[in-house]
């Protein structure tokens, strides 16, 4: 199985600061990397895809970035409704699998 | 608009059986992958496995931890998807929610699109 390692587990932040998220796959996904927003009680929302490809709609203040091993999701420039957790998906290869997500909290 | 709409959730004893629907509206339900996701209560997202649609025959893949005891399913006419969830233990309490995933041919579609989830307790 490969295995998804975000890192920070959690992490605190200020509005308008510049954020970025890692997701490490124990083995190569080629780009098949998905980035996930959920905030408390809702429904996950897919905000990239394909590495680097941004969701219609989502703001241009978020992008991907990776391939292979390596992969990183950026907020430029954080803003109140950006605090949620968010997941990285492997749709590479059997099973399916998520990182531990990352909580990002106002600091 | 793409709709997911669960239902068949509650609370369930151990060792005992629930089955999961989910109709879909919106668009063409059989050109569509569709995959159950699971989330128990305070924690991360788990894949629970796809059911592959008409164009790649309806195959099925499971996450290790459900496999031989849920089955996945779908009616084309109902426009409908479900998850026959059997030996069910306290570790499968969690959210379950149906995901739209796109044409088979299409990978950049994957995790489009989540219903609202529907709440499975297992619990004595």
């Known amino acids: 199985d490969i295995q998804m390692t975000q890192s920070p587990s959690a992490m605190s932040a200020s509005v308008g600061d510049r954020v970025t998220i890692t997701c490490r796959a124990s083995?190569?996904?080629?780009?098949?990397l998905i980035w996930f927003q959920q905030k408390p009680g809702k429904v996950p929302k897919r905000l990239i895809y394909a590495a680097s490809s941004l969701q219609g709609g989502v703001p241009s203040r978020f992008s991907g970035s990776g391939s292979g091993t390596e992969f990183t999701l950026t907020i430029s420039s954080l803003q109140p409704e950006d605090f949620a957790t968010y997941y990285c998906l492997q749709h590479n290869s059997y099973p399916i699998t998520f990182g531990q997500g990352t909580r990002l909290e106002i600091k | 608009e793409v709709q997911l709409v669960e239902s068949g959730g509650g609370l369930v004893q151990p060792g005992g059986s629930l089955r999961l629907s989910c109709v879909a509206s919106?668009?063409?339900?059989?050109?569509?992958?569709m995959d159950w996701v699971r989330q128990a209560p305070g924690k991360g997202l788990e894949w629970v496995g796809r059911n592959d649609g008409r164009v790649k025959g309806y195959t099925t893949k499971y996450a290790a931890s459900v496999r031989g005891r849920f089955t996945i399913s779908r009616d084309d006419s109902m426009n409908s998807l479900y998850l026959q969830m059997n030996s069910l233990t306290t570790e499968d309490t969690a959210v379950y929610y149906c995901?739209?995933?796109?044409?088979?041919?299409?990978?950049?579609?994957?995790?489009?699109?989540w219903g609202q989830g529907s709440l499975v307790t297992v619990s004595s």
């Open positions: 083995q190569g996904i080629s780009n098949y």
């Open positions: 919106g668009f063409t339900f059989s050109d569509n992958v």
């Open positions: 995901v739209r995933s796109g044409e088979a041919a299409n990978r950049n579609v994957r995790f489009d699109y």
